[in-house]
């Protein structure tokens, strides 16, 4: 069964630093992968996603995401944040026949201070 | 505004109490999902269900079931709650895998969640 790696729990940092969020899945087969964001109290919001072609994904609010085949990872980052990006970030990778299921890592709270 | 919607959004149960989450997407999506949020565990799936009349287990099925009896509902029902059922529950949809216009579209639309919380 797949699964996902989050490596941080959580991630400080202060406003206008660049961050990384890092993120890895089990398997080497053709996977789907998603970063989403959950702002407090909220549902989850799509950030990116990829599905083929280049492996380096651009997605809302200037997040953007590598895709490694060989080290199965897709890490997420910015290269300055707000105080506004503060949120729970969830990588998730597709798993199943037809890629029909999604399965979420535990999640990264990025705290951004001022 | 399309999108998934559930109800309620908040909920307090007596332990032994039944209810049922009801989650709706205007989308015309074939797949749908009920997923728990945890503290510290991510989202774990539920039951899902990949067309109208069907349903499948999930990693975590125990003490829940579910009906898709419309294509743009699935509902979510607990028989008799229980305080490790305490949790926030969202559903979410998608467009089957496919290539071409359903690849491009492919992903996963989430409702705002159900929090659940049973004493």
């Known amino acids: 069964a797949q699964s996902v790696t989050q490596l941080d729990s959580q991630v400080p940092v202060f406003e206008e630093a660049p961050v990384e969020l890092r993120c890895n899945y089990s398997?080497?087969?053709?996977?789907?992968l998603f970063w989403y964001v959950q702002y407090p109290n909220q549902g989850l919001q799509l950030l990116l996603k990829?599905?083929?072609?280049?492996?380096l994904v651009k997605g809302i609010n200037g997040f953007e995401a590598e895709f490694n085949k060989s080290q199965t990872s897709f890490h997420l980052r910015k290269p300055s944040v707000h105080i506004s990006d503060t949120a729970e970030y969830f990588c998730?990778?597709?798993?199943?026949?037809?890629?029909?299921?999604?399965?979420f890592g535990a999640g990264t709270i990025l705290r951004v201070k001022s | 505004n399309a999108g998934v919607t559930q109800t309620p959004k908040f909920r307090v149960l007596k332990t032994g109490q039944s209810m049922t989450l009801l989650c709706a997407q205007d989308?015309?999506?074939?797949?749908m999902y009920w997923y728990r949020q945890d503290p510290g565990m991510g989202l774990r799936l539920i039951h899902y269900?990949?067309?109208?009349?069907?349903?499948a287990k999930g990693e975590v099925p125990d003490g829940y079931n579910v009906s898709r009896l419309k294509k743009q509902n699935f509902l979510l029902g607990l028989e008799s709650a229980a305080p490790s059922q305490t949790s926030v529950y969202f559903c979410?949809?998608?467009?089957?895998f496919g290539t071409g216009a359903f690849l491009r579209d492919y992903g996963y639309t989430f409702g705002s969640g159900t929090r659940l919380t049973v004493v």
């Open positions: 979410a949809s998608s467009f089957p």
């Open positions: 398997s080497s087969v053709s996977v789907y």
């Open positions: 990829y599905l083929s072609g280049s492996t």
């Open positions: 998730a990778v597709t798993e199943g026949e037809y890629g029909n299921k999604l399965v």
């Open positions: 989308m015309n999506h074939e797949y």
């Open positions: 269900s990949v067309g109208e009349g069907t349903t």
